[in-house]
């Protein structure tokens, strides 16, 4: 064991040891009720009878989650103030992570949230998202049913929860305790058609722990949604947007049939003048710039906006007491998930330029000839000529991502008079398989066919069976991520200062975590032409040791002091460090700060010998059609053994303020320094300053290949600040009400570009990810009699519009963004609540983005989704 955690170890044995006596013969009786009456909040292992300690703790109840209107996890979390951007969601299906969610507070991007499930890591999703960059849980395979509340740690906590916790931590904990039963279902659909959705519930809970000696809760959940792809919108359903700034036919593809002769594009017809079926003879220049015609198509249909989804999950815990002072506890959690969306980036094969495949004997990327040989009967020119040609009777590229993910865990807990105590062992799995039905050609079988004519270009439906079928590849891509840990804990009193009890805490961990991402064999074989590749293999061992003190100094001012040394097998060694301080000079003030170092490891993808070509979009100023137009080339990215662990150092400085009763008002400022960041140089930044070696164009000028490779960067810092509101009225006459609001201010995210850089301010702009300065939500509840309701506004700012300099010719700014949800609740019959929600009251589009970032639509997918108004119905029966 390294030198920090044997001090780490040392240091909480050495503590440790009197508390045993001194335990035994305390009697101080306030400490006991003080003791009775403590409750373990996110951030420390301590319990305390103040929830308010010196981190900043968001709590999502049940109650707010009901009346949330939101179905899934992921979607209240993602509906957070603190969730600022820079976060994978369902809407991003041009990834292997496609029907995932996660949180990425700060704007860190989800690598650096750690999310937990009752105190304890969950494994993460088995495909990266980010290319191969962020490991993260998915928020969809945890059940909403089974949660009593989210509590939403908006600091730095390395210190407690080790690597991750970087931006926060986001802690679910489940209904503990539950006697009952309970059933409830809901159906939904939108104003404008689609994503018609079907929930059904079941908890129970049987024995009294107190009474009984044990209990035991079940729930059962199933979640359906239909599929929403942009043909059902009237924002996207064309693909033209001519009539908006810096549009054009975006969601068109010119690249149906066509010859490509000296820059110009010329249609592929047939002797009466038409162009294959499927496509439509079209001018080329409105869709990529070029002169001449195009037989060209409507990528609407082909193109997802939210997949379908169909989710069973189960939760099981239990506890039973095994004497006076000490019970036995075991959980199991299991999710069945099935999505089903479009490829976003190509919905059919296209041969293009641009295009490459393995060679299998040396694993290496080579390019794909886009010409037509001159032997084929297609070809009238004489000579190889390059074409685009999109192949339809190959099959779209239909994405099913199923998911199956597990975590099991055992302990036992008890306490003495003043210490409690916890060991637990659990082991977590997330195993994905992600398969493509069609639409991927065999490079030699279409090499063939083009060479010999036996596929019909002008007449594709003529071509023989045979000859398609030996075109045509369908692929299945496995992963799976497995984590397991044993982990064991004490806490209680460490004596006494003048001022109160010292509160402690110590414990130790050990996990082991693997990340296993496989290619379709045909793409290690070398036949699939355009492979999407995400290869990952990397393991590692983690033991950890940690210790806290909570050190009242006077009657209003205790002091926190946290310590934590990890060692991981693959990288060295992490130490950190936190102080926290509390001080209440009134009874309705308390001013709290804190100070940590903090650590993130470089995740599995990273820094393992990991290999990722994907494909997405990036504006370039220099294309020979239409400069400052968004290209589609091939990403490659390659993983690095020498990376080092990011360290961070988070500030954290704000106040708490109850003048009255029922009033509640938070206010924190946050800054966070991270040094080593991990990351690749950033593609816009690349091909804008076209830098050689990391792009590839070919003679024309046309952009083929952007080259990268994860790497310590330099920095990042950004700070900001989070307010919190809560009043409740309550009044004789007309029932009660309540004002909640949570809002958080981005005042800076300055980071490099480039490897060895100067730091560039993001913060506002969609520079890169969109990260608005500006998002809040803020809530109404009223109670009156068996009614309740609920208003809810969500509001993003507007962000100011650098993606590229053709966008900023032509729009400032982004729009801010407003939407209002309403939720009514009946529960005036014995035992049933009746309930309606209504989410986008006003039916709001997403803002304008002439940049386009999203999926061949104008609007930041990462931000916004195109659901518009949606009315859901429900029931919920307690028995």
């Not at 909640?740 to 060895?756: I, N, Q």
Request: aromatic content about 10%; hydrophobic content about 35%.
């Amino acid at each position: 064991m390294p030198q920090n955690t044997l001090l780490a170890a040392a240091l909480a044995a050495a503590l440790a040891t009197p508390l045993s006596a001194a335990a035994d013969t305390s009697t101080d009786a306030s400490g006991e009720a003080s003791t009775l009456a403590a409750v373990r909040v996110t951030g420390s292992n301590i319990k305390r009878s103040d929830t308010e300690a010196s981190n900043p703790v968001q709590v999502i109840g049940h109650e707010q989650l009901q009346t949330s209107g939101k179905a899934t996890v992921a979607d209240v979390l993602r509906s957070i103030s603190a969730n600022t951007g820079n976060a994978a969601n369902e809407t991003t299906n041009n990834g292997w992570a496609s029907g995932s969610a996660g949180i990425g507070l700060r704007g860190l991007s989800q690598k650096n949230t750690l999310v937990l499930l009752n105190g304890r890591r969950l494994a993460n999703y088995g495909f990266p998202a980010g290319g191969l960059s962020d490991t993260f849980v998915n928020l969809n395979a945890l059940p909403l049913v089974a949660v009593e509340r989210i509590e939403v740690l908006k600091d730095g906590a390395s210190a407690v929860y080790g690597s991750d916790a970087v931006a926060g931590v986001v802690n679910i904990i489940t209904r503990q305790n539950f006697q009952g039963a309970e059933v409830g279902g809901s159906t939904g659909t939108a104003d404008q058609g689609g994503l018609d959705e079907q929930k059904l519930h079941f908890v129970g809970g049987i024995g009294d722990l107190d009474k009984d000696g044990y209990n035991i809760l079940v729930s059962l959940e199933g979640y359906n949604r239909d599929r929403l792809d942009q043909d059902q919108r009237d924002l996207t359903k064309s693909g033209i947007y001519s009539d908006q700034p810096g549009g054009r036919w975006n969601g068109w593809s010119a690249k149906g049939a066509r010859y490509l002769v000296n820059g110009v594009s010329v249609p592929m017809l047939d002797a009466n003048g038409n162009c294959p079926t499927g496509t439509t003879l079209v001018a080329s220049a409105p869709i990529d710039g070029l002169a001449g015609n195009t037989c060209g198509f409507n990528q609407a249909p082909y193109t997802t906006l939210i997949p379908s989804t169909k989710r069973w999950q189960a939760y099981v815990n239990g506890t039973f007491r095994v004497s006076d002072n000490v019970e036995a506890f075991g959980e199991v959690l299991y999710s069945d998930i099935k999505g089903v969306s479009w490829f976003g980036s190509s919905p059919y094969f296209t041969l293009e330029s641009g295009r490459f495949a393995l060679n299998a004997d040396t694993g290496l990327a080579e390019p794909v000839s886009s010409n037509l040989p001159a032997s084929s009967p297609y070809n009238p020119y004489g000579r190889a000529i390059p074409i685009e040609y999109t192949f339809f009777d190959l099959g779209g590229t239909i994405k099913t991502n199923r998911s199956q993910a597990y975590r099991g865990l055992v302990g036992l807990r008890g306490s003495t008079a003043n210490w409690d105590w916890e060991v637990g062992a659990f082991g977590a799995r997330s195993s994905e398989r992600e398969t493509v039905s069609g639409g991927f050609a065999n490079r030699w079988a279409l090499a063939d066919a083009l060479a010999t004519g036996s596929y019909n270009l002008l007449n594709p439906s003529a071509t023989p069976a045979e000859v398609i079928n030996a075109i045509n590849i369908s692929t299945l891509r496995p992963a799976e991520s497995v984590l397991q840990g044993i982990d064991a804990k004490v806490s209680g009193t460490l004596g006494r200062t003048w001022a109160g009890d010292i509160g402690f805490a110590a414990g130790a961990e050990w996990r082991r975590e693997k990340l296993d991402s496989e290619n379709p064999w045909q793409i290690d074989a070398g036949l699939q032409i355009r492979p999407a590749i995400a290869e990952v293999h990397g393991e590692r061992k983690v033991t950890a040791a940690y210790a806290e003190v909570n050190v009242p100094l006077a009657s209003t001012l205790e002091l926190s002091a946290a310590a934590r040394a990890d060692h991981y097998s693959d990288f060295g060694d992490a130490f950190s460090p936190k102080l926290g301080l509390r001080w209440q000079p009134l009874d309705i003030l308390l001013v709290r700060a804190s100070a940590s170092k903090g650590f993130r490891a470089p995740s599995l993808s990273e820094n393992s010998n990991s290999t990722s070509i994907s494909y997405g979009s990036v504006i370039d100023p220099r294309d020979p059609d239409v400069p400052g137009s968004r290209q589609n080339p091939t990403f490659f990215t390659v993983g690095n053994n020498d990376l080092k662990p990011e360290r961070t150092r988070s500030y954290n400085l704000g106040f708490v303020l109850s003048p009255w009763s029922n009033t509640n008002l938070s206010v924190d400022y946050y800054k966070i320094e991270l040094d080593n960041l991990v990351g690749t140089n950033n593609s816009q930044t690349l091909v804008t300053d076209n830098v050689p070696g990391a792009v590839l164009r070919d003679d024309r000028g046309k952009l083929l290949a952007v080259y990268n490779r994860y790497q310590n960067l330099s920095n990042l810092k950004t700070s900001g600040i989070d307010v919190e509101l809560r009043q409740r009225i309550p009044t004789e006459s007309f029932g009660d009400f309540t004002v909640s609001s949570a809002f958080t201010h981005v005042r800076d995210y300055r980071r490099p570009t480039v490897v060895g850089g100067p730091l560039v301010d993001y913060a506002g702009s969609n520079l890169g990810a969109t990260l608005p300065k500006n998002k809040a939500t803020t809530t109404l509840d009223w109670h009156y009699a068996d009614v309740k309701a609920a208003l809810t506004w969500y509001y993003t700012s507007g962000y100011d519009q650098k993606a590229s300099a053709a966008a900023a010719a032509v729009q400032d700014r982004v729009d801010a963004y407003n939407q209002l949800d309403l939720y009514l609740a009946y529960t005036g019959f014995e035992q049933l609540t009746l309930y309606a929600k209504v989410q986008n009251l006003a039916d709001k589009a997403p803002p304008y983005d002439a940049s386009f970032p999203g999926i061949r639509a104008p609007y930041d997918f990462s931000q916004y989704d195109l659901r518009g108004r949606y009315f859901t119905v429900g029931f919920d029966y307690r028995f």
